[in-house]
């Protein structure tokens, strides 16, 4: 009865799963969300907030929000100065001196060749607003500081890996503000922001730089990836998703973290791209914040922020020039080029921007490999192949042992469905009579389940590696597959394409691909070399697995699908040559055992 009401559990259990499954793909957005308090933080320092915050207060600033509505509306638009290098193009918008108009230069929306190519950041007009900024908050009333409406003047453009822009801007009260902007010929951009006084007084600033995302950003809603806020801060990795963002942020007035760091780095993260900013030294000391904002709900939507700022405000002598120096990388998430601003920049766990998750130790190994592979033969699909076979091999020697162990089993099955019609109206009996049928042939039912246990972390990882990297995107590999991190194109209930219908526009458990069909084959046919479970309601459930996750995997990218059908495959035939290697022994044995009885 103990067992049943187990497997039940477990039945309840992949139900519940699969519900959530639904679920988890509709990627509905958002609902709107009801009204936050007044944005108000706990006041490092009590003073005014700049329009330049947009909605969002910066550290330290205690004053109500204010937003861009108050600015003039008869104005010329704003001028912008080019940014272009090798991996990225846009613009500097120089009203308000932000970058919010970035674009991937190397990378597509789709395969097709004219597709849009990926766009990062974009200005507040339209309808994802998603920019960098940098600006000062005053912290006296006698300075009067730029903010998101103030129009700067630059040196010529456009921004390139050799040649650097300044804006500038004077108050008129004797301060000349400064943002020396320089990008590398990658996508990290280095902002060195200088206030000169040439006053008569002192004056005291806090300059600050942001990354502002005014969208909530509809993500690929998959459980094992994280999308949201992420950074390295203290030396630990911080991850919040948005809706736990808001709610933290709701209980404590709009800032979800707050957190004095020297080094580290803060922003937002999708599955492929990255926006983030870091002190531009390692030891530079800034407070970094996570921090959301609601309009209202409805049509305003909601709004977050990363920023970093100094933790008090700098006092600038007369003749004197006071700065902070930030960087923002604004990019794609590679693996080798994280790992290079890491090692160049010192910028502690950059790589961790990629969801390598708990099994880091083992994912990112793998994933090297694996990319090592793709390089010497110039296919992804092929390097996960092999990389497989590798795996596999490593672990031959536990795999054997758990299927010699299982081949045993599935050996004595007649022997235990015997006991079982012979005991059938005494299971103490029964399982007294398995036991001492187990001590006589020298099998241990538990002993094929370690070795599995201990490949499962290991296979796992091999899964999250394809899945979070950026490199399998858009890579093909053979007949059909074009794109190993899209799911397979194919649908069986449109006959693979000779219906001219799309079923998945009626519900995604309609997609079933062929490389999907050929993994639950591979997975049935596996299950069938494994001995069947002694209890009957585990029998169906296991029956029933390779179907659930068939459907289950289905709409996953192929590249992860082409891994499992693959790695059942070898477990197929390791299984098999196993089982044959066992009956010819056994076989054997019973030979020479009639051979030693005939001459005795």
């Known amino acids: 009865m103990d067992q049943k009401r187990l497997f039940a559990a477990i039945a309840l259990s992949i139900g ?110 339209s309808a994802n607003p998603y920019f960098a900024q940098w600006g000062w908050t005053a912290a006296s009333p006698a300075v009067r500081v730029p903010d998101s409406e103030t129009d700067w003047t630059a040196t010529p453009g456009p921004l390139t890996a050799s040649n650097p822009v300044i804006l500038s801007w004077d108050n008129g009260r004797g301060q000349v503000f400064e943002i020396a902007l320089s990008v590398d010929d990658q996508y990290m951009i280095t902002a060195d922001q200088r206030v000169r006084n040439s006053g008569a007084e002192p004056v005291s600033v806090l300059p600050w730089a942001r990354i502002r995302r005014e969208h909530t950003p509809i993500g690929a809603g998959y459980y094992i990836l994280h999308e949201g806020f992420t950074g390295v801060l203290g030396d630990r990795l911080h991850e919040m998703t948005y809706s736990s963002a808001k709610t933290e942020a709701t209980r404590r ?25 870091m002190p531009a030294a390692p030891d530079q000391t800034l407070r970094a914040s996570y921090r959301f904002a609601n309009d209202g709900g409805g049509d305003a939507g909601d709004r977050w922020q990363v920023d970093m700022a100094t933790p008090q405000p700098i006092t600038i002598a007369p003749g004197a020039t006071g700065q902070m120096a930030t960087r923002v990388f604004a990019g794609a998430k590679e693996v080798h080029l994280l790992d290079s601003y890491m090692d160049r920049l010192h910028i502690t766990d950059f790589d961790k921007a990629i969801d390598f998750g708990w099994f880091y130790f083992l994912v990112k190994p793998f994933f090297l490999a694996l990319d090592w592979i793709f390089r010497l033969t110039g296919n992804f699909g092929v390097a996960i192949l092999i990389f497989t076979v590798l795996i596999k091999a490593a672990f031959f020697p536990l795999a054997n042992k758990a299927y010699h162990s299982m081949a045993r089993m599935k050996a004595l099955a007649p022997k235990m469905a015997e006991l079982k019609e012979r005991h059938k109206d005494d299971p103490q009996k029964v399982q007294s009579e398995m036991m001492a049928l187990y001590r006589s042939e020298k099998v241990n039912p538990a002993s094929g389940c370690l070795p599995i246990l201990i490949q499962i972390p290991v296979f796992f990882a091999l899964y999250k590696a394809l899945f979070v990297t950026i490199e399998m995107r858009h890579q093909p590999f053979f007949g059909w597959i074009h794109d190993l991190s899209a799911p397979d194109p194919t649908n069986l209930f449109n006959l693979f394409g000779l219906l001219p219908f799309d079923p998945v526009q009626y519900s995604h458990f309609l997609h079933m691909p062929a490389w999907a069909l050929i993994m639950g084959v591979t997975m049935f046919v596996q299950q069938k070399l494994n001995p069947a479970p002694p209890d009957p309601i585990q029998a169906k459930i296991f029956q029933w697995m390779p179907i659930v996750f068939t459907f289950m995997l289905a709409g996953m990218p192929a590249g992860l699908i082409i891994y499992w059908a693959w790695n059942n495959t070898l477990s197929v035939a390791q299984q098999y040559y196993i089982m044959r290697h066992d009956r010819a022994a056994a076989k054997a044995a019973k030979s020479t055992g009639k051979t030693a009885k005939a001459k005795s």
């Open 253 to 277: 007035s709009g800032v979800a973290l707050d957190q004095e760091t020297a080094g580290g780095w803060a922003g937002f993260t999708d599955k492929y791209w990255l926006a983030a900013v």
């Open 16 to 125: 519940i799963l699969l519900i959530f499954d639904v679920w988890n793909r509709t990627n509905r957005p958002p609902a709107p969300l009801p009204a936050l308090p007044a944005m108000q933080t706990a006041p490092a320092v009590p003073v005014p907030s700049p329009a330049a915050a947009g909605g969002v207060p910066t550290p330290g600033v205690t004053a109500p929000v204010q937003t861009e509505a108050s600015a003039t509306a008869a104005r010329p638009p704003a001028a912008r100065v080019s940014i272009e290098n090798a991996r990225v193009a846009g613009s500097i918008n120089l009203r308000g001196a932000r970058v919010d108009d970035l674009v991937l230069t190397t990378y597509h929306e789709t395969l097709a060749p004219d597709s849009p190519r990926v766009r990062l950041f974009d200005q507040r007009s």
